[in-house]
Every structure is written in structure tokens, then in C-alpha cells.
T-cell receptor, first 117, second 116 residues
Framework: GAGVSQTPSNKVTEKGKYVELRCDPI?????LYWYRQSLGQGPEFLIY????????DSGLPNDRFFAVRPEGSVSTLKIQRTERGDSAVYLC???????????????FGPGTRLTVL | AQSVTQPDIHITVSEGASLELRCNYS??????LFWYVQSPGQGLQLLLK??????LVQGIKGFEAEFKRSQSSFNLRKPSVHWSDAAEYFC??????????????FGTGTRLTIIP
């Protein structure tokens, strides 16, 4: 079926505002990941969901960042009180979640480019 | 902590020439290893992956990579590049665990330019 989709593709906001970024994973994938890619850098891990629960949120930079996945499918990354340093491309990936198997590969969406003015 | 080093920030290759992109990793055991490609405005596309077994891995678009445990390397190769190969290439490492494919650690990427 379709790949990972992310909306919006671009988001421009003002410093201090609240934003939500959405990710639709590949159908049937139980694992979902958020990464952040700053200009000229590789993606950096933010948070990983297995089903509805956050299995690892060690990459979230501070408490302004929060993510949910209430029904185990779509996920929303929420950023409060945005700062200029939050400007980056936010990437979402999903995988089958089959533990320790060669099929458990992360497939990435096109990303949301967030610009904080 | 795991880490990935891609020592070449930018490489320029003539169309039809061979290519090798370097990747070194630091990890306590044998990890999962990946190469992804990112074209401008596009998401990351998986080229190939190493989980276990044969250390020479074949991928899409004519790419291959060789895992060398003694050198902690996973270099990407292609015998003859095409203009469409111009993109950013990322090497990544992920832990082997009983909980599936967890977070990936990426290198900073190598930008590949192809000249006629």
C-alpha cells in the first residue's frame, strides 16, 4: 500500500507558538519513529512507539516536545512554545515491529519542514 | 554509545566512474547497518541493510556494501555511477535487540555530485 505520509509538508510559525505535526505510518506497522534533521546533519532520533506506548523517548530535547499515538496508528508530534532552534525537517518512519528480524526495516516519510520565525 | 562516522562530506565523481562512500561505526557488538539515500525534497530511501550472514550485501540501484568487522566499516560501492545517483547518502547503525529495530543513529551524510 501507500508509504509513510506526513502533514503538513511545510509549516511556518512564529516563535512561541504551538505546532502539531502528523504522521500516517504504513498500514499494519506497529512501530513508529520520529527523527529531526537539521540543516547539513543526519537525522537524530526523538521518540519511538511500539503500538500506542512510547517505548523510548530519550531523544526528545526537552519538555516542550511531546508525541502521542492514541490508537496505535497515526502519531502527532507536538511542540509547545516553539523556538528558532526548533527549525528543522521532522521525519517520521515506521516498521513492522517484528523483533529482531530482517524485515524490521524503518521506512521514512518525506518529512515536515518546520520554520520558526 | 553508538556512533557513525562518514568522513567524506562531499564527493564528486564522473558519470560512469566507480564510487566508494566510507562509513565507520562504533558499537559494543555487531549492530544492524544501513545505507539510506536522500534526494532533494525527498524522504530517506533504503538502499541496503546488513543484519547477519554474508558480509557483502547487495542493494537497489546497483549498490553494494561490505561489512568488515575488523575495521568497524560498512562502505558503500557502485561500479559505475549514473547522473541520477546524485544525492545525499547516510549510513546508519541500529541495535540488535529482542524488541525490534529500535532507534537508528545516523552519520552526518556524504553529498555525491556527478559530473558529465
Amino acid at each position: 500500500g501507500a508509504g509513510v505520509s506526513q502533514t503538513p509538508s511545510n509549516k511556518v510559525t512564529e516563535k512561541g507558538k504551538y505546532v502539531e505535526l502528523r504522521c500516517d505510518p504504513i498500514s499494519g506497522h506497529t512501530a513508529l519513529y520520529w527523527y529531526r534533521q537539521s540543516l547539513g546533519q543526519g537525522p537524530e532520533f526523538l521518540i519511538y512507539f511500539q503500538g500506542t506506548g512510547a517505548a523510548d523517548d530519550s531523544g526528545l530535547p526537552n519538555d516542550r516536545f511531546f508525541a502521542v499515538r492514541p490508537e496505535g496508528s497515526v502519531s502527532t508530534l507536538k511542540i509547545q512554545r516553539t523556538e528558532r532552534g526548533d527549525s528543522a525537517v521532522y521525519l517520521c518512519a515506521s516498521s513492522s515491529g517484528l523483533a529482531g528480524t530482517s524485515t524490521d526495516t524503518q521506512y521514512f516519510g518525506p518529512g515536515t519542514r518546520l520554520t520558526v520565525l | 554509545a553508538q556512533s557513525v562516522t562518514q568522513p567524506d562530506i562531499h564527493i564528486t565523481v564522473s558519470e560512469g566512474a566507480s564510487l566508494e562512500l566510507r562509513c565507520n561505526y562504533s558499537y559494543g557488538a555487531t549492530p544492524y547497518l544501513f545505507w539510506y539515500v536522500q534526494s532533494p525534497g525527498q524522504g530517506l530511501q533504503l538502499l541496503l541493510k546488513y543484519f547477519s550472514g554474508d558480509t557483502l550485501v547487495q542493494g537497489i540501484k546497483g549498490f553494494e556494501a561490505e561489512f568488515k568487522r575488523s575495521q568497524s566499516s560498512f562502505n558503500l560501492r557502485k561500479p559505475s555511477v549514473h547522473w541520477s545517483d546524485a544525492a545525499e547518502y547516510f549510513c546508519a547503525v541500529g541495535p540488535i535487540s529482542n524488541f525490534g529495530n529500535e532507534k537508528l543513529t545516523f552519520g552526518t551524510g556524504t553529498r555525491l555530485t556527478i559530473i558529465p
